[in-house]
């Protein structure tokens, strides 16, 4: 199997000022020895530009320039490891680095996307219900909607085409529904917690597997894992901790899955918060649990 790289995304340019804090998730993963359990090959650290609070007029965003230019800088950095042979673990920050690691693949052909997060993030921006947040609109804007800045950049809009996005394990519907959030297009696979559920954590994620590697499908996948999939009772330390998430072996199966076909490209890890975490144990069993998950797709491959 590939070697892993890590690359540090500490970017809070997409989030909401009470919680800027995601900003020290890699220091956190590297003090609880995930570069080590995973073998990393080499770290890379790409800084943001200065996160402002003020909304864009034009576009009702924070940041829509710097996250722009981030994106692109942050590409760079994961083509260099995808060109070296290398498998990215892109460690945020908040959503927002999706973007900048969707551009990089997009760079390079036509590459889907393994989603799974306890939110859809599929607000328009003047619909956003948290101050004009990249981090409530990603999907929606690299599947190429919204202003131009965030949704097309290098004209190379969309990062990814509806029909190779599988989102998975979201639990908002009600919340959706009442910040009347847009609706999921029908060609995405979309599985919320509840259909999770009843067909099994690593069923569904097979079917994930599946639809991302259909015959006619895109030439790879990424995978982003949002903290706040998880229950708040082992996962408190984000901005929007929910019940009925899911556990620590459940991730460790979606991982071990998503991680089972060649046509994983890279992965990213988001939005835990090392600041409302004191004892630190969140942090650790998030950082533990997907490295030893990636850990264990090392040694299945070599």
């Excluded at 800027?20 to 359990?37: E, H, I, W, Y």
């Excluded at 998975?168 to 259909?195: I, K, W």
């Excluded at 533990?288 to 990636?294: C, N, S």
């Amino acid at each position: 199997m590939r070697s892993y790289a890590i690359i540090e995304a500490p970017s809070v340019l997409g989030h909401i000022p009470t919680h800027l804090g995601v900003a020290k998730m890699p220091d956190s993963f590297r003090q609880n020895g995930f570069t080590d359990l995973i073998g990393a090959k080499k770290v890379t650290r790409v800084e943001s530009p200065r996160w402002r609070a003020e909304r864009d007029a034009e576009t009702q965003m924070m940041n829509p320039t710097e996250i722009n230019q981030y994106s692109v800088q942050l590409a760079d950095a994961v083509g260099l490891a995808i060109d070296a042979g290398d498998f990215p673990v892109v460690i945020g920050g908040d959503c927002s680095i999706i973007l900048g690691n969707l551009l990089a693949l997009r760079r390079r052909g036509r590459y889907g996307i393994f989603y799974v997060d306890g939110h859809t993030d599929f607000y328009r921006p003047d619909l956003n219900p948290i101050l004009g947040a990249a981090s409530a609109s990603d999907l929606y804007f690299i599947t190429g909607r919204g202003p131009d800045i965030v949704s097309n950049i290098e004209g190379l809009r969309p990062l990814v085409r509806d029909e190779d996005v599988a989102v998975f394990g979201y639990r908002d519907g009600a919340t959706q529904v009442h910040n009347r959030c847009e609706v999921l297009p029908e060609s995405m696979l979309a599985l919320n917690r509840n259909q999770v559920r009843i067909l099994g954590t690593e069923t569904a994620a097979e079917d994930a597997v599946t639809f991302l590697t259909r015959e006619d499908g895109p030439e790879g996948y990424w995978i982003h894992i949002d903290a706040d999939c998880l229950d708040q009772s082992i996962m408190w330390a984000c901005d929007a901790p929910q019940p009925d998430g899911f556990m620590w072996d459940d991730l460790a199966t979606i991982l071990r899955v998503a991680m089972s076909s060649p046509k994983a490209i890279g992965l990213q890890l988001t939005i835990y918060n090392p600041e409302m975490d004191p004892d630190g144990l969140a942090g650790r069993g998030f950082a533990r649990t997907v490295g030893k998950a990636l850990a264990a797709a090392r040694a299945s491959r070599d």
